[in-house]
């Protein structure tokens, strides 16, 4: 099983209720394909650097998680298809990467204490 993290931007127009479904459909997808969560985070509603099909803003969404590599082609495949995402990017994490995600997590467990 490799370790990856997935970072998606869905609409602005969305309502929480939405939102929520949303994020939980495509974790329900990672767990069905044998996905290990590790963390998922909702970063809020940024602005974005360049607008987006007339967008300015989007929430932002980082799934972390670790699973066999022949399920990402499929789980990207679903983003593609869901109207509600702007972006998403998905990248396999080496050791470094890993050990700073970790301390990432640290970092935002102990910012919320």
């Known amino acids: 099983m490799n370790h990856y993290e997935t970072v998606f931007?869905?609409?602005p127009v969305l309502s929480e209720t939405q939102i929520k479904e949303t994020v939980k459909k495509f974790e329900d997808?990672?767990?069905s394909k044998g996905a290990e969560?590790?963390?998922?985070?909702?970063?809020g509603l940024k602005k974005l650097a360049y607008p987006i099909?007339?967008?300015?803003?989007?929430?932002?969404h980082l799934l972390d998680y670790k699973v066999a590599g022949d399920a990402i082609a499929p789980f990207e495949l679903e983003f593609r298809r869901d109207d509600s995402v702007m972006r998403y990017?998905?990248?396999r994490l080496d050791k470094h990467a890993e050990a700073w995600a970790?301390?990432?997590?640290?970092?935002v467990k102990s910012a919320k204490k």
Do not use: A
């Open 9 to 11: 931007i869905l609409n």
């Open 29 to 31: 997808y990672l767990l």
């Open 37 to 43: 969560m590790i963390s998922k985070e909702d970063w």
């Open 53 to 60: 099909e007339k967008k300015k803003s989007g929430f932002y």
């Open 89 to 91: 990017l998905t990248v």
């Open 102 to 107: 970790e301390k990432r997590r640290e970092r």
